[in-house]
Nanobody
Framework: QVQLVESGAGSVQTGGSLRLSCTAS????????MGWFRQAPGQEREGVAV????????FYADSVKGRFTISQDIGKNTVYLQMTSLKPEDTAVYYC???????????????????WGQGTQVTVSS
């Protein structure tokens, strides 16, 4: 059984930085993509970034482009989300997710992911 565990929760001021980590365990070798989603209170879950594990290709939501960087350490089964220039609107619970589809360009569609982490809180104060 696959398990995704996030870490790196924290509270920072506007302009600060945080790095989130997501470590996968169990049957993980065939993950085709791993992504980060976030959900703020009263809002729908939204895609933040994705990395395609084979090519290391990455995509980002427009709201975080240029500020967030997703990366992977295959040997550690870990995906990172480096967040810089944080804004109050980045405040949310951040979720790591992973999927097996061999063709999945609609990376913001949460239905395409097979495993999810428990979520980790990021709070940015003004």
């Amino acid at each position: 059984q696959v398990q995704l565990v996030e870490s790196g929760a924290g509270s920072v001021q506007t302009g600060g930085s945080l790095r989130l980590s997501c470590t996968a365990s169990g049957y993980t070798y065939s993950f085709e993509y791993m992504g980060w989603f976030r959900q703020a209170p009263g809002q729908e879950r939204e895609g933040v970034a994705v990395i395609y594990t084979g090519s290391s290709g990455t995509f980002y939501a427009d709201s975080v482009k240029g500020r967030f960087t997703i990366s992977q350490d295959i040997g550690k089964n870990t995906v990172y989300l480096q967040m810089t220039s944080l804004k109050p609107e980045d405040t949310a619970v951040y979720y790591c997710a992973a999927g097996y589809r061999t063709w999945f360009p609609d990376w913001m569609n949460s239905n395409g992911y097979n495993a999810w982490g428990q979520g980790t809180q990021v709070t940015v104060s003004s």
